[in-house]
């Protein structure tokens, strides 16, 4: 109680003024629940970075990195909802999409029909509520993640396995059908330095320029393929939250020192 009081007393009048007017139509307790959870991002992306980075050698992509993403979706966006997780084939991603849609009595099982259909995703998730796109229909935005361990750079070989889930979902008409736009995204730690072994990465990153979407590798209808390192991931966010973080100037080292809290 007395931090809190110490901490109202030390505003100045402009300060103390301003946190009135806010109080007037929020409480302070939602105050401290938006503070806390930028708090937490901050946290969770110090960990991201330090599996990479310093435990590039150990860390697996289940276990270690896969469940810290499957807890924390907004690293890909706002709003999603993790509908299937350690690593689910289509048949139970289509059953689970058609339930959270209402139209659970429509799924019938090997009703997905391709090669690659028992190939399995590391995250499949979906925003709960409709965006809007820009002729004013709605729709339901779905994200598939592969996750590859820092050990091993993101690859030709890693792309084309993302492009194999894309294949799955647009050559079947449950997943394809005009109400849901798809985000494929391949995260890892780096792109490999190998010039032959990113031929197709660099030549889909150029062919992809005019969109003016950094990290993407293909745009098609209602798909989009990216291929994101963690470093853009992290920026990313805190492109878009970069306002609030400079305002509340976290000390980093006790950030640090509560990790262990997630």
Avoid at 203 to 216: Q, V
């Amino acid at each position: 109680l007395f931090d809190v009081l110490n901490g109202v007393v030390s505003l100045d009048h402009e300060e103390q003024r301003k946190l009135a007017d806010i109080l007037k139509e929020t409480s302070l307790g939602n105050i401290t629940n938006a503070i806390s959870e930028i708090r937490s991002r901050k946290k969770v992306i110090d960990i991201i970075n330090e599996l990479n980075e310093e435990h590039s050698k150990t860390t697996k992509e289940v276990g270690e990195i896969q469940t810290v993403v499957e807890n924390n979706l907004w690293l890909f966006g706002e709003k999603y909802h993790l509908l299937t997780a350690e690593e689910p084939d289509f048949e139970q991603a289509l059953r689970e999409l058609l339930a959270i849609n209402g139209n659970e009595k429509y799924y019938q099982k090997g009703s997905v029909t391709h090669s690659d259909k028992n190939k399995e995703m590391d995250v499949f998730a979906i925003r709960r509520n409709f965006d809007v796109d820009e002729k004013g229909n709605e729709f339901y935005r779905c994200l598939v993640v592969e996750l590859k361990r820092p050990s091993d750079t993101l690859k030709d070989k890693h792309l084309d396995q993302i492009q194999k889930y894309f294949k799955v979902i647009n050559s079947n008409h449950q997943f394809n059908d005009g109400l849901h736009k798809w985000d494929f995204i391949l995260a890892g730690r780096k792109i490999t330095d190998d010039s032959l072994a990113r031929t197709m990465i660099d030549a889909s990153l150029e062919n992809s320029k005019s969109h003016a979407e950094k990290g993407l590798v293909m745009k098609a209808g209602n798909f989009s393929i990216f291929i994101k390192p963690w470093s853009q991931i992290f920026s990313e966010h805190n492109i878009r939250h970069k306002h609030l973080l400079n305002h509340l100037e976290f000390d980093k080292a006790k950030i640090t020192g509560t990790r262990s809290e997630l």
